[in-house]
């Protein structure tokens, strides 16, 4: 039962077309640089495990970088690792509470999960803030309220 209910999070999190990594939403990866940077690149390419073991490292380097928690979590998603995810967009949240990213994809995770409520108080903070990102997370948690 439990597999199958891991089997169903999983498939729910990678059909999740909003939670795709917008590279556009950041400055080009320097190709020679470091862990964060490499990890990006990692991403571009689709390769999750590479990608979460270079933002684990780059987080492990500066513990306040909310961007490479936000990321780390990313990744782990799409390993199909949400509750290792959700843990990293909390870190990331603790250390910035208004970065929309995270709270998009901590949003995303919550709805795949078919937490609602959390998901929704991402979507309330993130219409806070005003951020464009709220549509995204709204569709998610739409659809995934339809998956029901």
């Keep these: ?3 199958a209910a891991l089997a169903l999070v999983v498939s729910l999190l990678l ?4 939670q795709a990594y917008d590279p556009a939403r950041h400055p080009a990866p320097n190709v ?5 940077d490499q990890g990006r690149l990692k991403l571009q390419g689709g390769e999750w495990e590479e ?4 933002f684990r490292q780059a987080a492990g380097e500066d ?3 909310h961007r490479a928690w936000t990321l780390l979590g990313y990744s782990l998603s799409r390993l199909g690792r949400p509750r290792e995810a959700l843990s990293a967009y909390d870190e990331a949240l603790r250390l910035n509470p208004a970065y929309a990213e995270a709270l998009e ?8 999960m078919g ?4 998901a929704r108080r991402d979507l309330a903070r993130l219409l806070q803030l005003g951020s464009p990102l709220a549509e995204d997370l709204g569709k ?4 995934s309220g339809r998956r029901d």
Excluded: V, W
Excluded at 15 to 18: D, E
Excluded at 105 to 112: E, S
């Design 1 to 3: 039962m439990k597999s």
């Design 115 to 118: 937490n609602l409520e959390l």
């Design 15 to 18: 059909a999740l077309p909003a």
């Design 32 to 36: 020679q640089g470091g862990a964060y």
């Design 63 to 65: 513990r306040t970088d």
């Design 105 to 112: 994809y901590r949003g995303i995770a919550h709805a795949a």
């Design 140 to 143: 998610a948690i739409a659809a």
């Design 51 to 54: 990608a979460s073991a270079l």
